[in-house]
């Protein structure tokens, strides 16, 4: 199991700038970290600011001894690949990728595609789900495409948000994973494929605000996943795929994002901008440390889940964003880090000797919600408020 986080600060014009961003994370136990890259209409091939960042990430990450996850998606809803051509484009683009850049081999295709935020339109007028199958067509398009650059590649699908409303009379159209992993299925299913669309599954476990522990267990009902619903999750998996020729039940799992904010000391404060949101609920370093060792912990006693990826490295200046590094945004340590990188370095090296109760080992430990239909849809949605991804 690889131990990592989800941070662009290496994307860089400047090779020694990157290596010293690469640095940081080894510093801090880290042995792998997640980029972006973007994909806009029209484009089939990685080029320009986008190439030679990454170039200069992957050369500081080999000198790290650091694995680079890239995930590769459009910037938001308004730029969804939905039509043949976009999908081409898409898939051409992401497939440049592995042929200019070898070193990368890991590669999460989409971002939180339950979302409105990164995918549109979620649902269909009738209110049935739109965004799985949408998604599932691009994945396999994709698929093929960087399969045919190189059978090494490792297609890792998903991306999912750990939560979603499943009303499509709602302003903010979401699915929740539970519905959107079924509709992934059905779509899988109805397509007839004889090959898979990915070689592992990216989840994103948040909790509801940073206060919430990672062993926190939600009611059976609902349709939200967290860490301690990891049985519920590969239980989706099982009945998405399984008896295809898309593996489910075995499924490896890479929990790509996954944060705790942290207070900030008023002797930093110089280092962040603008106010942070009532939701967010952040912890103290000590607490940050103690969610962090758990949620390795867990995350190390899940069979299927082969990597856990923290969201940052450093924190992010402006208070509105994310403050859940290991490092402030003046890349100076928090009190976490030493705790963190001893529990990495545990996890990495499997000295973890004893799985937290919270870690569960396998599905059917718990019954799996329906998803909602579209006659549950028409229900009066809840007030939004602004949660973690």
Same mark, same amino acid.
């Given at each position: 199991?690889?131990?990592?986080?989800?941070?662009?600060?290496?994307?860089?014009?400047?090779?020694?700038?990157?290596?010293?961003?690469?640095?940081?994370?080894?510093?801090?136990?880290?042995?792998?970290?997640?980029?972006?890259?973007?994909?806009?209409?029209?484009?089939?091939?990685?080029?320009?600011?986008?190439?030679?960042?990454?170039?200069?990430?992957?050369?500081?990450?080999?000198?790290?001894?650091?694995?680079?996850?890239?995930?590769?998606?459009?910037?938001?809803?308004?730029?969804?690949?939905?039509?043949?051509?976009?999908?081409?484009?898409?898939?051409?683009?992401?497939?440049?990728?592995?042929?200019?850049?070898?070193?990368?081999?890991?590669?999460?295709?989409?971002?939180?595609?339950?979302?409105?935020?990164?995918?549109?339109?979620?649902?269909?007028?009738?209110?049935?789900?739109?965004?799985?199958?949408?998604?599932?067509?691009?994945?396999?398009?994709?698929?093929?495409?960087?399969?045919?650059?190189?059978?090494?590649?490792?297609?890792?699908?998903?991306?999912?948000?750990?939560?979603?409303?499943?009303?499509?009379?709602?302003?903010?159209?979401?699915?929740?994973?539970?519905?959107?992993?079924?509709?992934?299925?059905?779509?899988?299913?109805?397509?007839?494929?004889?090959?898979?669309?990915?070689?592992?599954?990216?989840?994103?476990?948040?909790?509801?605000?940073?206060?919430?522990?990672?062993?926190?267990?939600?009611?059976?009902?609902?349709?939200?996943?967290?860490?301690?619903?990891?049985?519920?999750?590969?239980?989706?998996?099982?009945?998405?795929?399984?008896?295809?020729?898309?593996?489910?039940?075995?499924?490896?799992?890479? /929990?790509?994002?996954?944060?705790?904010?942290?207070?900030? &000391? +008023?002797? !930093?404060? *110089? =280092?962040?901008?603008? @106010?942070?949101?009532?939701?967010?609920?952040?912890?103290?370093?000590?607490?940050?440390?103690?969610?962090?060792?758990?949620?390795?912990?867990?995350?190390?006693?899940?069979?299927?889940?082969?990597?856990?990826?923290?969201?940052?490295?450093?924190?992010?200046?402006?208070?509105?964003?994310?403050?859940?590094?290991?490092? /402030?945004?003046?890349?100076?340590?928090?009190?976490?880090? &030493? +705790?963190? !990188?001893? *529990? =990495?370095?545990?996890? @990495?090296?499997?000295?973890?000797?004893?799985?937290?109760?919270?870690?569960?080992?396998?599905?059917?430990?718990?019954?799996?919600?329906?998803?909602?239909?579209?006659?549950?849809?028409?229900?009066?949605?809840?007030?939004?408020?602004?949660?973690?991804?």
């Amino acid at each position: 199991m690889y131990v990592g986080a989800a941070e662009d600060a290496a994307k860089q014009t400047d090779l020694v700038v990157a290596e010293a961003k690469m640095s940081l994370a080894r510093l801090a136990g880290m042995n792998a970290i997640r980029m972006t890259a973007y994909w806009l209409p029209g484009h089939r091939e990685i080029g320009g600011w986008q190439l030679d960042a990454l170039r200069n990430a992957a050369a500081g990450a080999n000198l790290n001894g650091i694995k680079i996850v890239l995930s590769v998606y459009q910037p938001g809803s308004r730029t969804t690949p939905l039509t043949p051509e976009h999908r081409a484009q898409f898939a051409e683009f992401s497939a440049s990728i592995p042929r200019l850049i070898p070193s990368i081999t890991d590669y999460i295709i989409g971002n939180e595609p339950n979302l409105n935020l990164f995918w549109m339109p979620q649902f269909n007028a009738d209110g049935s789900s739109a965004s799985p199958g949408a998604y599932l067509q691009l994945l396999a398009q994709t698929y093929d495409a960087m399969k045919a650059v190189s059978p090494k590649v490792n297609v890792i699908g998903g991306s999912v948000s750990p939560r979603g409303q499943d009303k499509h009379t709602s302003t903010r159209h979401t699915h929740s994973p539970t519905r959107f992993i079924t509709e992934m299925g059905k779509a899988y299913r109805a397509s007839k494929r004889a090959k898979p669309v990915m070689d592992a599954f990216a989840f994103h476990p948040y909790g509801e605000s940073s206060s919430v522990r990672p062993d926190f267990r939600r009611h059976l009902r609902s349709t939200s996943i967290g860490l301690a619903e990891y049985d519920r999750l590969v239980a989706l998996l099982t009945l998405a795929f399984d008896g295809t020729a898309q593996r489910g039940s075995t499924l490896p799992i890479v /929990y790509d994002e996954y944060g705790i904010d942290t207070q900030i &000391p +008023a002797e !930093k404060a *110089a =280092a962040y901008k603008g @106010r942070e949101p009532a939701t967010t609920k952040p912890v103290s370093e000590a607490t940050q440390a103690a969610y962090y060792k758990l949620a390795l912990e867990m995350a190390y006693c899940q069979p299927n889940v082969v990597g856990m990826l923290i969201f940052h490295v450093t924190d992010e200046e402006d208070l509105d964003r994310w403050q859940s590094g290991v490092y /402030y945004a003046d890349d100076t340590p928090k009190a976490s880090l &030493p +705790a963190f !990188k001893r *529990a =990495a370095e545990a996890v @990495r090296a499997g000295r973890v000797a004893r799985c937290p109760a919270a870690a569960r080992t396998g599905p059917g430990l718990v019954k799996v919600p329906a998803p909602a239909s579209p006659k549950a849809n028409a229900k009066k949605p809840a007030p939004a408020k602004k949660t973690a991804p």
